[in-house]
């Protein structure tokens, strides 16, 4: 397979059949979690489009080359725009993207076969760039192939999902991944714990083997944490002001840390529910045996949900203090601390 994609054979096999019968779709919407590969497979949709090789995509050809490079001059990617500084309205993919996106493809692909629009992530087009992008949809120009990537297809319009062809990419197992890292020359015992620290998202994955750093960086995350289960209410606000400051200049490091503290306490609810063999931290089980000791499995999983939900409004534009800070009062605490601040057995 010149895909190169791990865990995706459907997707890859579904491509191959419509490309090999000269039956590509003129847009397709690539749906799945954070991570497993949505950008590359529609990277390598847009090589094997104008692949010259025998075996497209061959990645060797000059178009695949270019593709690969960034510097096809048929291939293009529309994403959220740099926020002006100081400027806290949200980014997004605005309505003037879409507009010079229709200027664009009224052109005749310059250098290759087809012209190949990608749009990642298409869930960040607000609604007006939806609307613009909707007749771009109804009344396909020639020789362009538009590829819509989403980790949230509900965000789309109906009109919008039901014009394109949908392709699921799925979260690879994490004997894949490991064979992957294996594959790419990471030794035994490392490509393990990156598999099962990964959960199955091989981008991060390929990411902390090329930086060890970032795994530095997660168990920092980690600690931090455990740590919120020991704060209190007072040092609570402090940190959701601090985080919500920082996400100001850094959104991705905040969205980041609570991935980490959401992988964390999950597996705090699995060691909790007594399946200790699914935690992902495998190399920190003592720790989470502790955790799962001091904290009441529902505040945990009430926690889990609400980083989750935060992540979410983060990215809807909400106020991130607020959000922050009632995150932070939904951390688990121990036991007695949390009996001393809230008498009543049940909050809702
Ligand atoms: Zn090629």
Redesign the pocket.
């Known amino acids: 397979m010149t895909w190169g994609l791990v865990g995706q054979e459907r997707a890859v096999a579904a491509l191959e059949r419509a490309l090999a019968a000269g039956r590509a779709a003129h847009a397709y919407l690539l749906v799945g979690p954070e991570r497993v590969g949505k950008h590359t497979l529609a990277l390598k949709l847009a090589?094997a489009l104008n692949?010259?090789?025998e075996e497209?995509?061959?990645?060797?050809?000059e178009?695949?080359r270019r593709i690969a490079a960034g510097i096809h001059a048929d291939v293009q990617t529309v994403t959220v725009q740099e926020a002006e500084e100081e400027d806290e309205r949200r980014k997004g993919i605005h309505v003037s993207q879409i507009r010079e996106l229709e200027r664009v493809t009224a052109l005749k692909p310059f250098q290759g076969r087809s012209r190949v629009v990608i749009i990642d992530p298409a869930d960040e087009m607000n609604t007006s760039a939806q609307n613009a992008f909707l007749k771009a949809l109804e009344e396909p120009p020639p020789q362009v192939v538009f590829v819509l990537v989403t980790a949230d297809e509900s965000r789309l319009l109906p009109t919008i999902r039901s014009r394109c062809r949908r392709l699921e990419l799925r979260m690879p197992s994490v004997a894949d991944v490991e064979a992957a890292l294996r594959d790419r020359g990471v030794d035994g015992e490392r490509a393990r714990l990156l598999a099962r620290l990964s959960a199955g998202r091989i981008g991060w994955a390929l990411e902390v083997a090329a930086d060890p750093s970032l795994l530095e960086r997660r168990r920092e995350s980690l600690s931090q944490a455990r740590a919120l289960a020991s704060m209190s209410v007072a040092q609570r606000l402090e940190l959701a002001e601090r985080l919500a400051q920082d996400f100001r200049r850094r959104p991705e490091s905040l969205l980041a840390e609570l991935e980490a503290w959401r992988d964390w306490w999950r597996d705090v609810l699995i060691v909790q529910a007594g399946a200790e063999d699914g935690v992902a931290n495998v190399d920190r089980l003592p720790d989470l045996r502790r955790d799962a000791q001091r904290c009441g499995q529902s505040e945990v999983a009430a926690f889990v949900r609400a980083v989750k939900e935060g992540r979410r409004y983060l990215g809807e534009n909400a106020q991130p203090r607020l959000v922050m800070e009632t995150l932070l009062l939904e951390a688990p605490g121990e036991a007695p601390r949390r009996a001393a601040v809230r008498p009543q057995p049940a909050r809702r």
């Open positions: 090589q692949c010259e090789g497209p995509p061959c990645g060797r050809c178009p695949c």
